[in-house]
Structure formats: structure tokens, C-alpha cells
Nanobody, 124 residues
Framework: QVQLVESGGGLVQAGGSLRLSCAVS????????MGWFRQAPGKERESVAA????????YYRPSVKGRFTISRDNAKNTVFLQMNSLKPEDTAVYYC?????????????????WGQGTQVTVSS
């Protein structure tokens, strides 16, 4: 059984930083493309960042590029999302997702496994 467990969410003031972690078990992590998505109240889920199996290829949605960094540690079966210069509009539940293939994707339906989500709230 594949499990993804996110951690690191919380409440932070605008301009602050948070680091999200996602621990993966139950499948070969190093062969999985990984992604972070978010969903704000009343809005659709959207892609935030993605990374391929080796960490050599990444994707960022334009609104977070330069502020967020996705990375992975295949030895620890963990993917990270470092979020700096946070803005109130970054407030959402953040989800970690894993693909059944090694490449990355910004499309949610291309991910097979999902975590339960972690709340990020940015106050103004």
C-alpha cells in the first residue's frame, strides 16, 4: 500500500517561509515523478511544482517561480517544498502526489497516489 504523508504546514505571516515535507512508503520512490498541488477554498486544485525521479527536471507554476523550490532526497524517500516570501494568496491545503512513472507532470490526473494534505495559512 502506497502512503504519502505531508508535514510542515502551518500559519505564517506574509513574507515568511515554510518547508513542506512528504514522506513516501510502499513503492520505489526513486522511480516516481513527484508533485505538489494546492487547493484554496472555493477553487480548483492547481499544480504548484513538480520534479522528476532524479531531481534534474522541475516545473513551477509562474506565480511561485523564484519563491518556491521543490527538491527530493531519494535516500530518505522524501520530497520537499521550500516556500519563501509567502503571500496571502498562497493560503491553501497543499497536497503531495506521486506518479507511477519517473517523469514529472503538472497535470493532476497523471498522478496515481495522493497524500491527505497539509494546511498552509499566510496572514497579511
Amino acid at each position: 500500500q502506497v502512503q504519502l504523508v505531508e508535514s510542515g504546514g502551518g500559519l505564517v505571516q506574509a513574507g515568511g517561509s515554510l518547508r513542506l515535507s512528504c514522506a513516501v512508503s510502499g513503492r520505489t520512490f526513486s522511480s516516481s515523478g513527484m508533485g505538489w498541488f494546492r487547493q484554496a477554498p472555493g477553487k480548483e486544485r492547481e499544480s504548484v511544482a513538480a520534479i522528476n525521479w532524479s531531481g534534474g527536471v522541475t516545473y513551477y507554476r509562474p506565480s511561485v517561480k523564484g519563491r518556491f523550490t521543490i527538491s527530493r532526497d531519494n535516500a530518505k524517500n522524501t520530497v520537499f517544498l521550500q516556500m519563501n516570501s509567502l503571500k496571502p494568496e498562497d493560503t491553501a491545503v497543499y497536497y503531495c502526489a506521486a506518479r507511477a512513472t519517473a517523469t514529472m507532470s503538472s497535470v493532476s490526473y497523471e498522478y496515481s497516489y495522493w497524500g491527505q494534505g497539509t494546511q498552509v495559512t499566510v496572514s497579511s
